[in-house]
């Protein structure tokens, strides 16, 4: 029963000596207000817009730009396909039935002229065709296209010597 006394003494002493406690609000409302003023807008170069999507055009356009704060520069330009131009030309000649000057048209390529001879089938020589031209490209190889074979025959050219259209 002592035990059960000095348990209630120590239980009041302890809660008398305590001192209460309230809940305290921990939420803080507050408003931010910004604004932003902007007074000019940022500097930009535009590249014109160079449009070559149709198939039947051998060309092929580029454009760029550069932007500072304080300068900007564009362009644009386009660059014409030979090898194009030359099949165009020649399906044309050859579609109004000229089909030497078709052919013709073509072998100004190295790559075509040096196909055809090794095929069997050499290029045309000022309206002769087949054997007959044959004999006349051997008579006059100076008269084709530059690295042709009948011309590297004569002449080894250097490796930096090579190229194409």
Excluded at 28 to 57: F, M, Y
């Amino acid at each position: 029963m002592n035990r059960l006394i000095l348990w209630t003494t120590l239980v009041v002493v302890f809660t008398s000596w305590a001192q209460p406690s309230y809940a305290v609000d921990t939420v803080t409302s507050a408003t931010v207000s910004s604004s932003t003023v902007v007074d000019k807008s940022p500097p930009t170069a535009s590249s014109p817009s160079i449009v070559v999507n149709n198939s039947d055009i051998c060309q092929t356009g580029m454009s760029g730009a550069v932007q500072t704060s304080l300068f900007g520069i564009s362009g644009g330009l386009t660059t014409t396909d030979v090898t194009c131009e030359r099949i165009k030309l020649s399906r044309a000649v050859f579609g109004m039935g000229l089909k030497v000057a078709g052919i013709s048209l073509l072998c100004q390529d190295v790559r075509v002229w040096n196909a055809l001879w090794m095929a069997g089938s050499p290029c045309p020589y000022l309206g002769s065709i087949g054997v007959a031209a044959k004999d006349l490209w051997l008579a006059n190889p100076d008269r084709a296209p530059e690295y042709s074979i009948i011309r590297s025959a004569e002449k080894e050219p250097e490796p930096d010597d090579y190229g194409t259209d």
